[in-house]
């Protein structure tokens, strides 16, 4: 559901025309490089924010506020620091108090999490305005938009612009461009029953379109009217069922997607990422993702195989890739149903908490604790303060009684 490539592989991605999506990393044990530059206060995350700094953070806030949590005040005004004057937002800026100018590489998919992010906060009106505006105006003449403003279409940018609109109240079928909205473009991105029902990324470069399991994931949850904020397991307990018709809807063309995802699931509960010059290995994002976009469709019972599955064996995964999957998880979970405090025995909400500010109930929490594994206990500071109340009371006494004598 969710864009987790970087800003430096869609730029590549863009460069040579191709269709494909970058996969998302698995697990392994090696170390992670020093980040480049420093990691600045109140940023989730120690791992270089160069091409993800927005989007984890939206993703941290996002998901907090789903845990019922109010997200540390220097965290959201990370986020908001990092908003240029024309209400874009870039993958990150290293110094924000600088104007932004050509230079700075703003993109749909940060301006759009960003949206969800502080939409999640609330109190933000502003903010968000600016960046929804600016959105509405890179969009493409086909309804949709593109990673950057007048690049081709693709159904996860669209979608994360989707789940923006959503966010703010604004029905994405009406805001268009030359009549066409944000739906036209993903239906124009939807393959038929007979090639599986999924959709593209974009088209190649002779127009082809080819199933990719992270654009299905994304343009179901979008489709079905739904994004990070809402996404929540339907009433539905049915397997969705593919179905062309004489004119695709974006319900119908949801349908197909999950359809599609269940195919892909049925065999190990996990979707495959094939990273160049390596075996086929687990994608747990992507994972994380479908779940999300099948609950969404079908209800907890469809999403019930891959979500076991990330409860065994995703925590190593999360551990190394940071607040994103962690953030992914807990939404994965709590569309479907499953608690994520409690996910496969991992506590998904404080493995995310601290990886960057302590959100100010968990912070209330913490310092109630500490009071409470005082030896004292609280009784005793009460007593404290009630024995110099009095002894200052029959000081104050004694004082007035020798002034009337």
């Known amino acids: 559901m969710y864009v987790r490539r970087s800003a ?21 044990s090696s170390p992670s490089p020093s980040p480049s530059v420093a990691i600045p206060a109140g940023l989730y995350g120690d791992a270089d924010p160069t091409y993800d700094g927005v989007w984890r953070q939206s993703l941290a806030l996002i998901a907090q506020k789903r845990m019922k949590l109010e997200p540390a005040a220097k965290a959201i005004d990370w986020l908001t620091g990092q908003q240029c004057a024309n209400g874009s937002f870039a993958a990150f800026r290293a110094a924000p108090s600088k104007a932004c100018d050509a230079k700075v590489m703003v993109d749909t998919n940060s301006t759009a999490v960003a ?54 109240g604004t029905d994405p079928a009406e805001v268009r461009r030359d009549g066409k909205s944000s739906y036209d473009a993903l239906l124009k991105l939807a393959l038929p029953c007979a090639k599986g029902g999924a959709f593209a990324y974009q088209p190649d470069k002779k127009g082809t379109l080819s199933a990719n399991a992270d654009a299905t994931a994304a343009a179901v949850v979008a489709a079905s009217g739904q994004g990070m904020l809402t996404a929540k397991a339907g009433d539905k307990a049915e397997e969705a069922a593919c179905a062309d018709g004489a004119r695709l809807t974006p319900e119908q063309a949801a349908a197909n997607g999950a359809a599609y995802l269940g195919k892909a699931l049925d065999k190990d509960g996990h979707l495959k990422s094939a990273l160049a010059g390596a075996e086929d290995q687990p994608d747990y994002g992507n994972t994380a993702d479908a779940v999300v976009a099948l609950a969404v469709q079908g209800g907890e019972p469809a999403a019930r195989k891959p979500l076991r599955w990330l409860e065994k064996n995703a925590a190593s995964w999360a551990k190394q890739s940071g607040p994103a999957a962690y953030a992914q998880l807990i939404l994965a979970a709590d569309a479907a149903g499953a608690d994520p405090r409690d996910f496969g025995g991992t506590d998904l909400v404080e493995q995310l908490n601290a990886t960057g500010p302590a959100p ?46």
Do not use: C, M
């Open 8 to 28: 430096a592989a869609l730029a590549a991605t863009v460069a040579i025309g191709t269709a494909v999506a970058t996969p998302a990393v698995a697990a392994d």
């Open 115 to 168: 949206v969800q992010g502080l939409a999640a906060v609330g109190e933000h009106d502003a903010e968000v305005e600016k960046a929804v505006t600016w959105l509405k105006s890179v969009q493409n003449k086909d309804g949709g938009w593109g990673y950057t403003p007048g690049g081709a279409s693709d159904a996860n940018s669209t979608s994360v612009v989707i789940g923006a609109l959503n966010a703010v």
């Open 360 to 405: 100010q109930k968990a912070a209330d929490k913490q310092e109630a604790k500490e009071d409470d594994d005082n030896p004292f206990g609280a009784w005793w500071y009460i007593g404290v303060f009630l024995v110099v109340g009095i002894g200052i009371g029959f000081l104050l006494s004694g004082r007035n009684k020798g002034g009337r004598q």
